[in-house]
């Protein structure tokens, strides 16, 4: 039994999405949970409305999703595009709705949720548990597909200036996958800059609300409007060692990643401007 907030009963669920939440390989129990609290109930509606965002709203174009594995472990790594987590969704549906058979794209979500009204648990049954080494280390032990953002939250900060560009990295990620033996699809998501084109943060009344920071558009709030997007993926990349290795070995893995990932920014940008 799912206790707390619980969704309306009877939410529309579309009928391709409910014969793709069939096709997922997660050991759904006879309630539609699985070990770790991920919910058929809520992962139904959540599906439907992306869908309409995914193909209509937004016409989200994929290219290189044949580089997902199909099945196994695997940490999809990307960077940050826009001021809200409109690339996150994306990626989410584009896994979803692009493979076959589908795959649910797990993050792990920012500490500061579990401070928002409602936010954790509704994260939590759609596959998304707190940002914490021993969360990603068990859903990569039990074989998901994990998301990962090493820019962090100073990615979705970046203006709209600085859209193509990429910020530090963390090395988290990286110790992780070379431990759990995990191959890494770098992706590069483009788009959400122009979604969301932030001129400014304010990083005051987002420490009154309990966030990092409110992005600031020209119309004022970080609503998105109907930008074109697109997610490039590019081929896996293996890593070699047991997690432990020095600061430094690590850092040159993560920066082969991270120029990976600047590459496939600069294919995406060129296609946008029509150069390719």
Known sequence: ????????????????????????????????????????????????????????????????????????????????????????????????????????AQAMAEKFLNKLPFASQITSRLGHLTGLPEHAERLLSDERLLMVFPEGARGTAKLYKERYSLVHFGSGFMRLAIKMKTPIVPFAFLGGGEAVPTISNAYTLGRLIGVPYVPITPWGLAVPIPAKLEVYYSAPMIFDGTGSEDDEVVQTYVDQVKERIAGLIEVGRKRRKGEL
């Not at 016409?59 to 001021?83: D, K, T």
């Open 1 to 104: 039994m799912l206790s707390g907030y619980r969704l309306p009963r009877r939410l529309p669920v579309d009928s391709e999405v409910r014969e793709r939440l069939d096709q997922l390989e997660i050991p759904f129990n006879e309630y539609g949970v699985d070990p770790y609290g991920v919910s058929k109930d809520y992962l139904g509606p959540f599906f439907s409305s992306l869908k309409l965002l995914y193909r209509h709203y937004f016409s989200v174009e994929s290219f290189g999703i044949e580089h997902v594995p199909r099945y196994g472990r695997a940490m999809l790594v990307g960077n940050h595009s826009g001021g809200v987590a409109i690339d996150g969704a994306m990626v989410i549906a584009s896994t979803f709705f692009e493979m076959d058979p589908p795959r649910l």
